[in-house]
């Protein structure tokens, strides 16, 4: 009697059989991968950028605000309208120890921008870095009253800081200016004549803002600008209650004019004054704008 032949098992079933536990496993590591990464970990640590025109600078992300401290202190410790005023900042971390290192940014360590509260005086000044966090300026106020500081700086290898403080200065006040919109946007300065454009101005959305330079006499476009702290120009704006700060700098830093353009956001509606500052045959000159944003 023939014996029964004995089959050997096929190598497909084992090949299937293999192949559907590999998709089980992917398929349990990929469950496992598309669970929500809990807070705190690498996936959760991007920063939103400061509402500032200094967003953006260098890789690292933003400065929480606590990270970074500037106490302000004057001396005399009660200043006086018309005198010598010294102003010091000393510059901290967290744990309350100088923070020793600054970045340049647009040719200097440190802009302090100076403001009354009616904002008709504004100064833009560049205190000296001593060490271990101390800056220091001197610097005169023209009346008493109360002003505001903002202190612009970039802590090494970190994105662009504003601090601010306000300050009372004894002695007789100004008559309060009132801050109404422009009716028109043109004005002459040193000489200069010096027109205002936006392409849009509505308060959220990014906007165009183009200065035009032109000679007050001859009416003649100024096309030799000189940069100004490493740049066309420089636009402070601030809100009439001094509370929404920008400090801007040009889309085409080496532009020379007729055309200064800048880019920003207005923050939320309301009145804003505009201060553009350049530089021509060696002289800087400032030129205010007052505008209501829709």
């Known amino acids: 009697m023939n014996k029964p032949k ?16 590999a998709i ?18 690498a ?27 500037a106490a302000f202190t004057f001396s005399p410790d009660k ?9 010091s900042l000393q510059v901290t971390d967290s744990a309350n120890k100088p923070v020793e290192k600054f970045d340049i940014n647009h040719e200097k360590t440190m802009h302090l921008i100076i403001v009354s509260k009616d904002l008709s005086y504004f100064n833009h000044i560049h205190p000296d870095y001593k060490e271990k966090g101390l800056f220091t300026i001197a610097n005169p106020f023209p009346a008493g009253g109360d002003y505001k500081l903002f202190a612009d700086f970039v ?13 009372t200065i ?4 100004a008559k309060p200016a009132a801050i109404q919109p422009d009716g028109n946007l043109t004005k002459t300065v040193d000489g200069k004549e010096i027109s205002l454009a936006f392409d849009k101005l509505q308060a959220g959305k990014e906007v165009n803002l183009t200065f035009n330079i032109k000679d007050g006499g001859t009416k003649k476009p100024i096309t030799n600008l000189q940069q100004y702290l490493g740049a ?6 601030l809100s009439e209650d001094a ?24 923050p939320k509606s309301g009145i804003y004054k505009i201060w553009g500052q350049f530089q021509h045959e060696g002289k800087v000159f400032t030129v205010p704008f007052v505008v209501k944003v829709p």
């Open 79 to 87: 200043p006086q309208a018309g005198k010598d005023t010294l102003i």
């Open 243 to 266: 509370e929404q700060y920008l400090h801007v700098h040009p889309t085409e830093e080496k532009a020379t004019g007729p055309d200064a353009k800048f880019m920003t956001t207005f």
């Open 155 to 167: 802590p090494s290898g970190e994105s662009g800081t504003t601090k601010s403080q306000w300050t």
């Open 24 to 41: 089980v496993i992917t398929a349990l590591l990929l469950t496992a991968c598309g669970k929500a990464a809990p807070a705190g970990t």
């Open 6 to 21: 004995l089959s050997t098992p096929s190598p497909r079933p084992f090949a299937m059989r293999k192949a559907a536990a």
């Open 43 to 69: 996936q959760d640590t991007a920063s939103k950028p400061e509402q500032n025109a200094h967003a953006g600078h260098g890789a690292a992300p933003a400065p929480k605000e606590a990270d970074v401290k």
């Open 232 to 237: 066309v120009g420089h636009v402070v704006i």
């Open 170 to 173: 004894q002695g007789d006040a």
